[in-house]
């Protein structure tokens, strides 16, 4: 069964420092989606991607995160200038139709910034 | 009023039991309706979707959407351990476009054997 992979699994970093975490969506998937989820805290959405814009964000998805489809496989999220309550497991997700399809979850990247 | 409201539990039930979770939102925008199960610290697991208001079945689980109350159900029925998760309501409008997920704040259920 076809499914979203994410790498890495765990980074850690120092504050201030950059971090660009990785996606593969699902193969035929026309929009992506970041999330993340702070330790004991609601799943909260951060932005959705389609034909190679941005679609729709969240007030968290300020100057300091980008978003980026560099090849037709790969989907990434940058954090510029990482800090401390960014550490958060951040989990792409994909979904067909988005009028209608529902989206799918990758296993996430623990992001912890020191 | 929070947008999405669950009760965090946690939820401790018998094997072979009814679960019943549940979920009250307050945006009447939304018309898709998600279970999903997180086992610790993995991915969100998509278990059923549902449009609008009525019931969805699939094995052993069957959710309910009422619209008219803004209330969402997950039954499960003859729970097994392996059901043992955090089950997460989520939710979005029906304009496309606008399709950011509201998750509820995940319900922790323990199946014992």
């Known amino acids: 069964e076809p499914e979203v992979t994410q790498t890495p699994s765990h980074q850690v970093t120092q504050m201030g420092q950059e971090v660009i975490l990785r996606c593969v969506p699902i193969?035929?998937?026309?929009?992506f989606y970041w999330y993340r989820q702070i330790l004991g805290q609601k799943v909260e959405f951060l932005v959705s991607?389609?034909?190679?814009?941005?679609?729709?964000k969240s007030e968290i998805f300020d100057d300091q995160f980008s978003v980026e489809r560099p090849d037709g496989s790969n989907f990434t999220l940058k954090i510029r200038s990482t800090k401390l309550e960014d550490s958060a497991m951040y989990f792409c997700?994909?979904?067909?139709?988005?009028?209608?399809?529902?989206?799918?979850f990758g296993p996430g990247t623990r992001l912890l910034v020191l | 009023q929070k947008e999405v409201e669950q009760d965090p539990g946690p939820l401790s039930v018998p094997e072979g039991a009814i679960v019943s979770l549940n979920c009250t939102y307050s945006?009447?925008?939304?018309?898709?309706f998600m279970w999903y199960r997180q086992y610790s610290r993995k991915g969100p697991e998509l278990l059923m979707y549902?449009?609008?208001?009525g019931n969805k079945e699939d094995g052993r689980f069957t959710a309910q959407v009422d619209k008219s109350s803004k209330y969402i159900s997950l039954f499960i029925r003859d729970s097994q351990p392996s059901d043992s998760a955090t089950y997460l309501c989520?939710?979005?409008?029906?304009?496309?476009?606008?399709?950011?997920?509201?998750f509820g704040q995940g319900t922790r259920l323990t199946i014992n054997p």
């Open positions: 193969s035929n998937h026309l929009y």
């Open positions: 989520a939710m979005r409008g029906g304009i496309q476009g606008a399709q950011k997920l509201v």
């Open positions: 997700a994909s979904s067909d139709l988005g009028g209608v399809e529902t989206q799918y």
């Open positions: 991607f389609y034909n190679n814009e941005i679609s729709e």
């Open positions: 945006n009447s925008a939304f018309q898709y």
């Open positions: 549902t449009y609008s208001s």
